[in-house]
């Protein structure tokens, strides 16, 4: 197939052969491929998940919950390896009809209550444990401003420019021209936000700065698609200097261990069942370059 030859047929057809890096996974059609029951820990809330920038928000927000002493943000990780298509099974699909990950499970609630998409469940831990969200009216509107940004803006970072860039069988210039104009316009959005106030919803750190540091603080840090120096992150004075505050912030460095699977084994930790899981774990040692990401 070369790009410049191709006519879309009348009517989309599947070809399975075709699909890239993603083939084994990737599928026109929603739903469970297989049955398998999902395990359950003993604390009341159940992850299931896997360290890309998605699913770290989520154990980055469970670990500051915990560092505020919020017992009941105590957690079991349960690895979802999704390339091996581990979000397919019927399980998973009961918690996350969409098949991805993050999703949680909170059992503290009768009867027990699902939570699919990140920024929900973000917004759903804050409410419950009435942290990182900001109650007064204009702070938390703009943390909830800037959390749905993200929620639209990352899938061109990720789907768009991450698929052309590193991803894709062939470096076409068109799409990673189109997605590196974009991803650099967002980073410029969040730079200049940043000149204005110390986080992004002003004055505190809130579940956005999460959210927006899984994906962008991440990229700027050289994390992500090894695209540091094509995109001139370090041009992006403000967005470096928040993005080094945050990854310096103990709780963040363990939520980025929690459910990896690549990087340093001692970066690694596959499950997460109770907080002295990160003792045998060498948190310095959580590499630059490296991160997975969709
Ligand atoms: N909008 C979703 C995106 C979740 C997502 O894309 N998860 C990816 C990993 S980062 C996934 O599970 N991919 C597996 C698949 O697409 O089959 C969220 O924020 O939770």
Request: with cysteine.
């Amino acid at each position: 197939m070369s790009n410049d030859t191709y006519t879309p047929p009348k009517v989309w057809t599947w070809d399975k052969e075709n699909g890239g890096q993603f083939a084994k996974t990737n599928r026109p059609v929603a739903g469970p491929t297989h049955d398998k029951e999902l395990p359950v820990g003993r604390h009341p809330l159940q992850l299931y998940s896997l360290a890309t920038p998605n699913g770290v928000k989520v154990t980055m927000m469970l670990e500051e919950l915990l560092a505020l002493g919020i017992a009941g943000a105590e957690y079991d990780a349960w690895l979802i390896n999704i390339g091996e298509g581990e979000q397919f099974g019927s399980g998973f699909v009961a918690v996350n009809p969409n098949s991805k990950i993050p999703a949680l499970m909170d059992h503290s609630v009768t009867p027990p209550q699902r939570v699919f998409e990140s920024g929900a469940i973000l917004l759903y831990l804050a409410e419950k444990f009435g942290a990182f969200l900001p109650t007064a009216h204009e702070p938390r509107t703009e943390c909830l401003s800037w959390l749905f940004w993200q929620m639209g803006s990352a899938p061109y970072l990720g789907g768009g420019f991450g698929h052309f860039y590193a991803y894709a069988p062939e470096k076409w210039e068109y799409p990673i021209n189109r997605y590196a104009m974009e991803v650099k316009r967002q980073l410029d959005v969040l730079d200049r936000r940043l000149g204005e106030t110390p986080y992004l919803a002003g004055a505190d750190y809130t579940i956005a700065d999460i959210a927006n540091w899984a994906w962008y603080g991440q990229l700027a840090l050289g994390r992500q698609y090894g695209a540091g120096e094509f995109l001139e992150v370090t041009s992006y004075e403000n967005v470096q200097r928040w993005a080094q505050e945050l990854d310096a912030r103990p709780a963040v460095r363990r939520g980025r261990m929690v459910n990896r699977t690549f990087g340093e084994p001692e970066t690694q930790l596959h499950e997460r069942h109770d907080a002295s899981d990160f003792e045998t774990r060498t948190q310095d040692k959580l590499a630059p370059e490296g991160d997975a990401a969709e």
